[in-house]
């Protein structure tokens, strides 16, 4: 679904765009960026339209959020405290975990809502979030791939690495490459350290 929903913001965007290019004087000159859509939700569709495009838009945004939340609180659960703790807790200390867990991510994605409010672009600052956690996935699927029998501690330090470089180039303003590189960079380095650390290791235990 991820790509027949972002084919149809963009054009949304693009007829947004048209719309008020070619009847500039709707548009006041301080509405800019991801200010047009809402300013176009408001003011240029019929009273009754506006209020249920609104509450579908809190519909799906309530939704999202409360099953974000539920999901990382289970996988809390589930993945890290079943696993680490030795023994089996009971059903009402389970409970406990998943509401502290919930209120504490809860708590986080304020944190990040009221730090976006000074974002210029929200999909420009997603796209740079996007890239820093999810941009090691496919240098690990190419190393995984490619090398069939490679270490998981190889691919770990790979894909370390491809982060931290991932993360520099999205969040730096120094960097001299362009946002479109990131991932093809960061890719590179994966797949790169993680393939040579594979070969130290197999000439290391040859020569053992």
């Not at 680490?84 to 502290?100: F, G, P, Q, V």
């Not at 956690?133 to 240098?139: A, H, I, N, V």
């Not at 362009?178 to 590179?188: A, D, Q």
């Amino acid at each position: 679904m991820y790509v027949p929903v972002s084919l149809l913001f963009f054009f949304i965007g693009t007829a947004l765009f048209v719309y008020y290019k070619t009847q500039p004087g709707l548009l006041p000159e301080t509405v800019t960026g991801d200010q047009v859509f809402p300013y176009f939700i408001v003011n240029g569709l019929p009273a009754g339209f506006t209020g249920l495009l609104i509450a579908a838009i809190f519909a799906a945004g309530m939704s999202t959020v409360s099953t974000s939340i539920n999901s990382s609180a289970t996988v809390v659960l589930t993945d890290f405290f079943n696993v680490t703790s030795h023994s089996e807790a009971d059903e009402k200390r389970k409970m406990n975990i998943l509401h502290a867990t919930s209120v504490i991510l809860g708590a986080l994605g304020v944190g990040v809502g009221l730090a976006m409010m000074s974002v210029k672009s929200a999909l420009d600052a997603w796209w740079s979030m996007a890239a820093i956690f999810s941009g090691g996935m496919l240098g690990l699927f190419f190393l995984g791939y490619i090398a069939r029998g490679i270490k998981g501690s190889y691919a770990f330090v790979g894909v370390i690495c491809g982060v931290l470089l991932i993360a520099w180039m999205s969040l730096s303003r120094q960097t001299v490459f362009h946002n479109y590189l990131t991932i093809v960079l960061g890719t590179l380095v994966i797949f790169t350290v993680g393939m040579l650390l594979a070969i130290a290791g197999s000439r290391l235990k040859k020569g053992n």
